[in-house]
């Protein structure tokens, strides 16, 4: 299995996570746009697209599943956390889990297109 896809997209990640707190958060209107609805769903179909190669289903569930969880928890670790820091330490902002579905989905979608440009490729 080819973990480099999952290597650069965890930097991607986690570059796009330092940058809300180092200040890009600021523009929330514009940080939104440009990693949520941008730069980490073409990461995440990338990133399986390019582990398509020789994965069977099972491995394929369990990446779609942890890249969905990491689309879920972007989210809130960054706007969530950041209301629940300057609003109220009482206040708790529970996870939206239908985003976990939302990155499965963008997985599953790299996968088919990995394996299609693949197939594309053979002939």
């Known amino acids: ?48 697209a390019f582990m398509s190669e020789d994965l069977f289903f099972g491995k394929i569930a369990i990446t779609a599943f942890w890249l969905g969880v990491s689309f879920m928890v972007i989210e809130y670790f960054t706007f969530s956390l950041a209301n629940m820091i300057t609003i109220s330490f009482e206040r708790i902002n529970p996870p939206h889990w239908e985003n976990l579905l939302v990155g499965m989905i963008l997985s599953v979608i790299g996968f088919g297109l990995g394996a299609l440009i693949k197939k594309i490729a053979r002939k």
């Open 1 to 48: 299995m080819n973990k480099k896809p999952i290597f650069v997209y965890a930097g991607i990640w986690t570059v796009c996570l330092a940058a809300f707190w180092l200040g890009l958060g600021q523009d929330a209107m514009g940080y939104s746009l440009l990693v949520f609805y941008a730069v980490i769903p073409i990461s995440i179909i990338a990133c399986s």
